[in-house]
């Protein structure tokens, strides 16, 4: 197979099936003015580059990371308490219980402002029969943060929430 037909199999430009024949990601021979790509060795390379499919959650994942297991009146769920931890927020209290300091994904924020995050998503659990994460949150499902630095971003909560609990039981 020449590097134009191997370009429209992997769906790659040209110049990507030479860099790949010249470091050896695909096994190949020159030929004069081109390469001769050996098909199982591309196939192989092509599937490199697709994501593996994310491990399904499950209870006993959720518990292993922190949670606690509720089951009552039919209802079957794992609830999760560190939910300032899932969404990335870090805060120090002083003794009287008010924020001294506060970051979120490490960058420094408003203090008022990190309070009102803390308490933005109230409960944060895993549905054992439908399987899926669920979170309820009290108004905005996003949150404009202004970091001390000036920049301003908006954080959707609930997804940073649910990332971070995808981020934890991907690296039991």
Known sequence: M???LAAAK???TVATIRTWCRMGAVAAVKTGHGWDIDEASLEYRISLDKPAAPKPLTADDIIAIGGRR???AGKDRVYLNNIAGFIGLELTHYRTGNVSSAA???R???NGRAAGIASAVQ???FDVAEGRLVALHYGARAYEVRYLNGDRETVDLVA???AGVEAAVAAL
């Open 2 to 4: 020449n590097t134009t």
């Open 10 to 12: 992997a769906n790659r």
């Open 70 to 72: 509720w089951t009552k």
């Open 104 to 106: 979120l994904n490490g």
């Open 108 to 110: 420094g924020i408003a």
């Open 123 to 125: 409960k944060l659990y």
């Open 160 to 162: 940073a929430a649910f």
